[in-house]
């Protein structure tokens, strides 16, 4: 993925907290380089399942929206799909995986669920345009709420 610094007027509502979770630590710093270049205050990253869940433990506040790869080592993606449930946790998510259409379909399915929004996913390699598309469709506000969410997104 290439990544500019074009901050135009549609980031203006980008997410000021994101977690990016994949096992990749090319993905993840091409990933923090292009959220913190379009407005993006503060970006956490987990390598696995297992270190997101201690960030989120120890956040003094909840993420904007995670990436989310679904094939990570200790703990994947469907396990902390079901981590997240099990806690209550609102969050946006947005999977970023390798693996077939099929499966993706799959965990998003489980992520549009409850107290998590699943706002679409992304092939691997993820390229700048298809991750500003999906993120231009969402509104960003300092009062991160689901219902507002989920009626974006009805």
């Not at 990544?3 to 096992?23: A, Q, S, W």
């Not at 959220?35 to 270190?51: I, K, L, M, T, Y």
């Not at 989310?68 to 902390?80: I, N, Q, Y």
């Amino acid at each position: 993925m290439t990544v500019d610094g074009n901050t135009d007027e549609t980031h203006k509502n980008f997410p000021r907290r994101v977690l990016i979770i994949d096992d990749d630590l090319l993905l993840r710093a091409v990933l923090r380089q292009f959220f913190e270049s379009h407005g993006s205050v503060f970006v956490d990253e987990a390598g696995n399942g297992r270190d997101a869940q201690t960030l989120i433990e120890g956040a003094s506040n909840p993420y904007d929206l995670t990436t989310l790869d679904l094939s990570m080592p200790d703990v994947d993606g469907f396990e902390f799909l079901n981590y997240l449930k099990q806690r209550n946790v609102e969050m946006r998510i947005l999977i970023i995986s390798s693996l077939p259409a099929t499966v993706i379909k799959m965990a998003e399915t489980l992520a549009d669920f409850n107290t998590l929004a699943a706002i679409g996913h992304l092939k691997k390699p993820v390229s700048a345009s298809a991750l500003n598309a999906i993120l231009k469709g969402q509104t960003w506000t300092a009062d991160n709420k689901l219902e507002t969410l989920q009626q974006a997104n009805a």
